[in-house]
């Protein structure tokens, strides 16, 4: 799959769920609505669908949400999916999640082909962390990355960079993830979903860097395969620590992702509102060929950059839905 802008489409991030068991300040309202179950693909549609892109040549895919580990029974799409990557047609298998129910399913992702998980952690103060999450405790999630970690999963920590929350938290958050062989990612918040305090929260990653730079010695990565993340390695630790930086540009060149909701929608950039929908083709024939032409079709539109911006007189966002619907 090759967008006019000559992007080759090689990654797919599919939300199996916008529902979560927290509520992260920066990601939904406490009372958010979420969609009718009605609405939802079934698994076996969203494996359908999912095997229709690897068909097609998309070889990472990445299971997100809402927090997809929730979903009930989504095990059975993990090891679905597992075909691909027995049979060579996919390079990789990844997941993002909470880490709340990671415990339980830690050993069965591992056997069912998953390498490397994301898992968000913002803090590691228990009151804190119940703060940010509103609904999560912290040591379930540790466990669960313990868990992971046994199973012989690499795990990475997400952690969005907040604003008088959790910016003095960010040594120690490095020393701790590093010290247990975990790469660690810094994100900026993004202007998504209606949600408070995003203006205050904003914490420019140019000037973590700057402060860490004081502390320890960065040395610049070229990962190509990193997206919107930049990596550095900290020789003091022996670890990599991304940083990822929707607000800027500089990766929209070398795109190769697209976002697929629980119902079936396909973004094509995370920043912008354009979408098409795969579910009315997916459910129009048992066969693959209407999905394909809309899937190309789809592809054919792909932006080529996003317009993420935070607007600081309505201070609305620039994009509309929330994080939780395409999973980041
Ligand atoms: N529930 C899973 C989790 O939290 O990892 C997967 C979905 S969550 C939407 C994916 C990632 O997006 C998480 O690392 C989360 O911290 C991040 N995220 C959510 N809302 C965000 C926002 N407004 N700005 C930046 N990152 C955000
Ligand atoms: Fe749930 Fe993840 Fe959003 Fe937090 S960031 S509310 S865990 S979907």
């Not at 609904?135 to 999963?153: H, I, K, N, P």
């Not at 975990?182 to 979903?193: F, N, Q, R, S, V």
């Not at 420019?204 to 390695?233: E, I, K, M, N």
């Not at 909701?261 to 060929?289: H, N």
């Amino acid at each position: 799959m090759i967008d006019p802008f000559g992007r080759d489409i090689t990654y797919l991030r599919v939300s199996v769920t916008d529902r979560c068991d927290f509520r992260c300040t920066y990601c939904m309202a406490e009372d958010t609505t979420f969609l009718p179950k009605a609405d939802l693909l079934s698994l076996e549609e969203l494996d359908r669908l999912c095997s229709a892109f690897v068909a097609k040549g998309v070889r990472r895919l990445r299971l997100t949400g809402g927090e997809p580990l929730v979903r009930k029974n989504v095990m059975w799409l993990v090891e679905r999916l597992g075909r691909h990557l027995k049979s060579g047609a996919l390079d990789e298998l990844t997941m993002t999640t909470n880490g709340s129910q990671l415990a339980r399913h830690a050993e069965a992702l591992a056997a069912a082909g998953v390498r490397r998980i994301n898992v968000s952690i913002d803090t590691l103060d228990e009151s804190k962390f119940a703060r940010i999450t509103r609904w999560g405790r912290l040591q379930q999630v540790l466990d669960g990355v313990a868990a992971a970690l046994s199973a012989g999963l690499k795990v990475k920590i997400n952690m969005v960079a907040l604003r008088g929350e959790n910016e003095n938290e960010i040594i120690p958050m490095i020393e701790w993830a590093h010290s247990q062989g975990m790469d660690l990612t810094l994100i900026e918040t993004m202007p998504m979903g209606d949600v408070e305090d995003r203006l205050e929260n904003y914490l420019p990653l140019s000037l973590v860097r700057t402060a860490l730079a004081q502390r320890f010695t960065l040395t610049d990565l070229s990962d190509r395969t990193a997206g919107p993340a930049r990596y550095v390695h900290i020789a003091e630790t022996g670890g990599r620590l991304g940083f990822i930086t929707p607000m800027t540009h500089n990766f929209c060149e070398s795109c190769n992702r697209v976002r697929l909701t629980c119902t079936g929608t396909l973004y094509m950039c995370l920043g912008q509102d354009d979408a098409a929908d795969l579910r009315g083709p997916l459910r129009a024939s048992t066969d693959d060929v209407l999905l394909d032409v809309a899937i190309d079709e789809a592809i054919g539109r792909k932006p080529k950059g996003h317009d993420f911006v935070i607007d600081r007189r309505r201070r609305g966002p620039a994009v509309s839905r929330p994080m939780s619907l395409t999973g980041g």
